[in-house]
């Protein structure tokens, strides 16, 4: 008699978030996580997404990825801001608009990579939230980089001179090269396996899904059991920019 063997359970995807200090809704979805996953939340991987400086968009053009998000309408803006400070209130946090006068993402989030090697990312990533968020300070200026650096327990030289870092700009290049072949078009974005996640609405969704011993028998392939030709096509039938979450 064949003794069968117990089926080997498969370990769980860690969960990738695409977040950026950008995105109000990206800010909103990161602290739900945090309150309704106390520890959990620290399995999540988290990636920077930010639109980049010239530096860093040749850098990707030489790697054949390019960011998949398009400026939204003022129409859309206008609502982003009403939804925005509804949404804030009802999580009970009160939203200092920050005015971004001259946008340049690399010090916020290059300063979060090498938070990141230091240790101290999560004490970086509240630190710049609280700044952009509570205070409406303007996170493009190194001063300001330099300043919530020191608040985090950080050097501040060092974290606002991440932009001049080698190593640290290929790391930045990296993330967005990730978002790019992850078919990433805005944030948040949250990514478990071959489930995605996109928006703060879809966060329960994600939460239902998430479990740390195993996903579904399917192998959590979402687009199973759908016809070929109608996977084929798509894309076909929405015209409209790419837009993004915020």
Same mark, same amino acid.
């Given at each position: $008699?064949? =003794?069968?063997?117990?089926?080997?359970?498969?370990? *769980?995807? =860690?969960?990738?978030?695409?977040?950026?200090?950008?995105?109000? &809704?990206?800010?909103?979805?990161?602290?739900?996580?945090?309150?309704?996953?106390? #520890?959990?939340?620290?399995?999540?991987? &988290?990636?920077?997404?930010? #639109?980049?400086?010239?530096?860093?968009?040749?850098?990707? /053009?030489?790697?054949? *990825?390019?960011?998949?998000? +398009?400026? $939204?309408?003022? +129409?859309?803006?206008?609502?982003?801001?009403?939804?925005?400070?509804?949404?804030?209130?009802?999580?009970?946090?009160?939203?200092?608009?920050?005015?971004?006068?001259?946008?340049?993402?690399?010090?916020?989030?290059?300063?979060?990579? $090498?938070?990141?090697?230091?240790?101290?990312?999560?004490? &970086?990533?509240?630190?710049?939230? +609280?700044?952009?968020?509570?205070?409406?300070?303007?996170?493009?200026?190194?001063?300001?980089?330099?300043?919530?650096?020191?608040?985090? /327990?950080?050097?501040?030289?060092? %974290?606002?001179?991440?932009?001049?870092?080698?190593?640290?700009?290929?790391? !930045?290049?990296?993330?967005?090269?990730?978002?790019?072949?992850?078919?990433?078009?805005?944030?948040?974005?949250?990514?478990?396996?071959?489930? =995605?996640?996109? /928006?703060?609405?879809?966060?329960?969704?994600?939460? *239902?899904?998430?479990?740390?011993?195993?996903?579904?028998?399917? !192998? /959590?392939?979402?687009?199973?059991? %759908?016809?070929? #030709?109608?996977?084929? !096509?798509?894309?076909?039938?929405?015209?409209?920019?790419?837009?993004?979450? !915020?």
């Amino acid at each position: $008699m064949t =003794r069968e063997l117990p089926r080997r359970r498969r370990a *769980a995807p =860690r969960p990738r978030l695409f977040f950026s200090f950008r995105s109000p &809704f990206s800010w909103l979805l990161v602290h739900q996580l945090r309150r309704r996953l106390p #520890e959990g939340w620290r399995d999540v991987t &988290f990636i920077p997404y930010w #639109e980049p400086d010239a530096a860093t968009e040749r850098a990707l /053009g030489e790697r054949g *990825a390019r960011i998949q998000y +398009a400026p $939204m309408s003022r +129409a859309k803006h206008l609502y982003i801001l009403q939804d925005t400070k509804r949404l804030a209130a009802r999580q009970g946090l009160r939203i200092a608009w920050p005015v971004d006068r001259r946008p340049w993402w690399e010090p916020s989030h290059l300063g979060w990579l $090498m938070a990141r090697r230091l240790g101290r990312e999560a004490q &970086f990533y509240d630190q710049v939230s +609280a700044a952009r968020w509570e205070r409406g300070e303007d996170i493009s200026d190194p001063a300001v980089v330099r300043d919530v650096a020191g608040r985090a /327990g950080l050097d501040g030289e060092l %974290i606002a001179g991440a932009v001049d870092d080698p190593a640290i700009r290929a790391e !930045g290049v990296q993330c967005l090269v990730d978002a790019y072949e992850d078919d990433i078009f805005g944030v948040p974005y949250l990514r478990l396996g071959w489930h =995605r996640f996109w /928006g703060l609405d879809r966060l329960d969704d994600f939460l *239902a899904q998430y479990r740390p011993a195993e996903l579904a028998a399917d !192998g /959590g392939e979402p687009l199973a059991g %759908i016809p070929a #030709e109608l996977q084929a !096509g798509a894309g076909a039938y929405d015209t409209d920019s790419a837009g993004g979450c !915020g």
